[in-house]
């Protein structure tokens, strides 16, 4: 074995999952993932640890896995993360955990996402659950949002013994892990629900259909109905568009819009109803993650796709596994080109759209070379669908109906990263719904900060 080499990850191949929703990586076996855990260091002082935003006790679990413990490496795991076949499979681990490992100084750092990934399947098949604390302390917490950041918070209150529960406004749990993140990167029924699941035995009761400032405010909650505490992990769902002309032609689509009608909806699937435009040529605006979520979606209902995005390869905010996969599959990348327009028939569907020809500058704030048009560069791409993947800000209804709540000028809750306090007493705040639009894993961690506010604000009340 060469240990600066990885183990290879098993994935299905690009043709044939074009044309499915199943997951495209297959994950370790037992013997690959002890293999691969066998290249840790083990380093005293580990960096990755310093890497992962929830703090997993990564050289722990990974020495757990090389000597076969399988379910002590799942315990260590979850002293951490109430979500790791998730975190596993989602998180951008070489930029975190990955990125700051040792053994990748010469060679390939270890595969730290991928065993997380396989210690949590692990755990699922073999009927591993946590433990339930054994007695409550009779106080009640509110959790507004079930995605990353409400799960994860609920998750280590419940762990306190607060007698924690979740309104969700959507009618299945989950937030943007349902909504967002497409079948064949996170799959609901076999990942997803089950990592749920694991968070209601810890004691944590989930209201689902439940609008915040619509069914029921927040003083409501605290005054009438008896919670201590409330946690505001509300997402951030609000889709931003270009504001340039035709955009609000037929044909045109967010990509909140777009993914949520396929995977929380199953708009995907012959045997639901549920409506979604399929387009023969889309562009997908944007860069990120969530843009090649779009894309590879839309690819997978049969369209011809092409990204658009105004900066270079280099600058794409996208997972570098993300871009490959997409690439392999046949998405088309026309980089350095930023529409302008969006041209309709005469009963407003889209039939085109005039695009620009950038290219790269001086730096901006966010550190990239800024994109500056190429005067006179205009040319038309024949598309019949557009999906508009320009990030997300938060929905004001909580923030509009709660007195005393104050918001940033994007309409983002103030809240401090430590501890999740909001400028209402009682009340904490975190994940996209401070933050805008980020990763899983940063909603995890604020999530855990907002448990940690929320229990030293109790202790100090008591």
Same mark, same amino acid.
């Given at each position: 074995?060469?240990?600066?080499?990885?183990?290879?990850?098993?994935?299905?191949?690009?043709?044939?999952?074009?044309?499915?929703?199943?997951?495209?990586?297959?994950?370790?076996?037992?013997?690959?993932?002890?293999?691969?855990?066998?290249?840790?260091?083990?380093?005293?002082?580990?960096?990755?640890?310093?890497?992962?935003?929830?703090?997993?006790?990564?050289?722990?679990?990974?020495?757990?896995?090389?000597?076969?413990?399988?379910?002590?490496?799942?315990?260590?795991?979850?002293?951490?993360?109430?979500?790791?076949?998730?975190?596993?499979?989602?998180?951008?681990?070489?930029?975190?955990?990955?990125?700051?490992?040792?053994?990748?100084?010469?060679?390939?750092?270890?595969?730290?996402?991928?065993?997380?990934?396989?210690?949590?399947?692990?755990?699922?098949?073999?009927?591993?659950?946590?433990?339930?604390?054994?007695?409550?302390?009779?106080?009640?917490?509110?959790?507004?949002?079930?995605?990353?950041?409400?799960?994860?918070?609920?998750?280590?209150?419940?762990?306190?013994?607060?007698?924690?529960?979740?309104?969700?406004?959507?009618?299945?749990?989950?937030?943007?892990?349902?909504?967002?993140?497409?079948?064949?990167?996170?799959?609901?029924?076999?990942?997803?629900?089950?990592?749920?699941?694991?968070?209601?035995?810890?004691?944590?009761?989930?209201?689902?259909?439940?609008?915040?400032?619509?069914?029921?405010?927040?003083?409501?909650?605290?005054?009438?109905?008896?919670?201590?505490?409330?946690?505001?992990?509300?997402?951030?769902?609000?889709?931003?568009?270009?504001?340039?002309?035709?955009?609000?032609?037929?044909?045109?689509?967010?990509?909140?819009?777009?993914?949520?009608?396929?995977?929380?909806?199953?708009?995907?699937?012959?045997?639901?109803?549920?409506?979604?435009?399929?387009?023969? *040529?889309?562009? %997908?605006?944007? @860069? #990120?993650?969530?843009?090649?979520? =779009? !894309?590879?979606?839309? /690819?997978?209902?049969? $369209?011809?796709?092409?990204?658009?995005?105004?900066?270079?390869?280099?600058?794409?905010?996208?997972?570098?596994?993300?871009?490959?996969?997409?690439?392999?599959?046949?998405?088309?990348?026309?980089?350095?080109?930023?529409?302008?327009?969006?041209?309709?028939?005469?009963?407003?569907?889209?039939?085109?759209?005039?695009?620009?020809?950038?290219?790269?500058?001086?730096?901006?704030?966010?550190?990239?070379?800024?994109?500056?048009?190429?005067?006179?560069?205009?040319?038309?791409?024949?598309?019949?669908?557009?999906?508009?993947?320009?990030?997300?800000?938060?929905?004001?209804?909580?923030?509009?109906?709660?007195?005393?709540?104050?918001?940033?000028?994007?309409?983002?809750?103030?809240?401090?990263?430590?501890?999740?306090?909001?400028? *209402?007493?009682? %009340?904490?705040? @975190? #994940?996209?719904?401070?933050?805008? =639009? !980020?990763?899983?894993? /940063?909603?995890?961690? $604020?999530?855990?900060?907002?448990?940690?506010?929320?229990?030293?604000?109790?202790?100090?009340?008591?």
């Amino acid at each position: 074995m060469d240990v600066l080499k990885r183990v290879p990850i098993r994935e299905q191949e690009p043709k044939v999952r074009a044309t499915n929703f199943e997951e495209v990586c297959l994950g370790y076996t037992q013997e690959e993932a002890q293999e691969e855990a066998a290249r840790c260091l083990n380093c005293r002082n580990a960096q990755c640890v310093k890497g992962c935003p929830v703090s997993i006790n990564i050289p722990k679990f990974i020495s757990e896995v090389k000597e076969g413990k399988f379910s002590e490496a799942s315990a260590t795991i979850a002293e951490s993360s109430a979500l790791p076949a998730v975190c596993g499979r989602v998180c951008p681990q070489e930029s975190q955990c990955e990125g700051k490992c040792i053994r990748g100084i010469k060679g390939e750092p270890v595969s730290i996402g991928k065993l997380e990934r396989f210690v949590a399947d692990w755990s699922r098949e073999n009927g591993v659950v946590p433990a339930k604390p054994e007695k409550t302390n009779g106080i009640r917490i509110a959790v507004i949002g079930s995605g990353p950041s409400g799960l994860t918070c609920a998750g280590d209150l419940a762990k306190m013994g607060y007698e924690v529960t979740i309104f969700e406004a959507l009618h299945e749990a989950g937030g943007v892990l349902t909504y967002g993140i497409p079948e064949f990167r996170l799959p609901k029924t076999r990942v997803v629900r089950p990592e749920i699941e694991n968070v209601k035995k810890l004691g944590v009761k989930i209201e689902t259909d439940v609008i915040i400032g619509k069914s029921v405010t927040i003083d409501e909650l605290m005054e009438e109905e008896g919670f201590k505490a409330v946690f505001i992990g509300s997402g951030a769902g609000l889709p931003k568009f270009m504001g340039i002309p035709g955009e609000n032609a037929n044909g045109v689509f967010s990509a909140n819009e777009y993914l949520t009608r396929s995977n929380l909806m199953k708009a995907f699937r012959d045997d639901y109803d549920t409506p979604i435009f399929l387009g023969k *040529k889309v562009a %997908v605006v944007g @860069g #990120g993650n969530v843009a090649m979520d =779009a !894309a590879r979606t839309a /690819l997978r209902l049969g $369209a011809e796709v092409h990204i658009v995005y105004r900066r270079s390869e280099a600058e794409l905010p996208a997972r570098v596994e993300e871009v490959h996969h997409a690439k392999e599959e046949g998405v088309q990348f026309d980089l350095l080109t930023n529409p302008v327009e969006i041209l309709t028939d005469e009963n407003d569907w889209v039939t085109g759209m005039v695009v620009r020809r950038m290219e790269l500058g001086e730096p901006d704030a966010s550190g990239r070379r800024r994109p500056v048009e190429v005067e006179g560069s205009d040319y038309t791409i024949d598309v019949d669908t557009v999906i508009m993947s320009l990030g997300t800000s938060p929905n004001p209804l909580i923030s509009s109906t709660t007195e005393g709540l104050e918001t940033n000028k994007w309409k983002c809750i103030i809240a401090d990263e430590n501890n999740g306090k909001t400028t *209402k007493e009682g %009340v904490y705040a @975190g #994940g996209d719904a401070v933050t805008g =639009a !980020a990763t899983v894993i /940063l909603a995890m961690e $604020a999530g855990k900060a907002g448990a940690r506010g929320i229990h030293e604000y109790l202790k100090g009340e008591k």
